[in-house]
């Protein structure tokens, strides 16, 4: 059973960075691939990326590429979204998951994943 903590959201303006962050703890994390997802108000749940257990894949969507960065330290058991250049648009609940055996092609698809954290509010004004 993995446990997830997320943290590092908040309030910033249009262009702002933060980096979120999401420890892990039971079971052997490096074994999980993990990715990060968000949640509008009154919008479903999107896909934000995912990197694979060992950190040698990532995956975006198309929307945040080349503005936000995942990363792992598995010595850590910590997940990481660097978020640059952050619009209004990125609101929302940031979700870190984890999941075993994922195939390449379904990376970024939230029915992979079977452990979920409770969520980070970040929040970007115009």
């Known amino acids: 059973q993995v446990q997830l903590v997320e943290s590092g959201g908040g309030l910033v303006q249009a262009g702002a960075s933060l980096r979120l962050s999401c420890a892990a703890s039971g079971g052997i994390v490096s074994t999980y691939d993990m990715g990060w997802f968000r949640q509008a108000p009154g919008k479903e749940r999107e896909s934000v990326a995912a990197?694979?257990?060992?950190?040698?894949?990532?995956n975006y969507a198309d929307s945040v590429k080349g503005r936000f960065t995942i990363s792992r330290d598995n010595a850590k058991n910590t997940l990481y979204l660097q978020m640059n250049r952050l619009k209004p648009g990125d609101t929302g609940v940031y979700f870190c998951?984890?999941?075993?055996?994922?195939?390449?092609?379904?990376?970024?698809?939230?029915?992979?994943?079977?452990?979920w954290g409770q969520g980070t509010q970040v929040t970007v004004s115009s």
């Open positions: 990197i694979r257990r060992y950190g040698g894949t990532t």
């Open positions: 998951a984890a999941g075993r055996g994922i195939i390449l092609s379904e990376m970024l698809s939230d029915r992979q994943y079977d452990y």
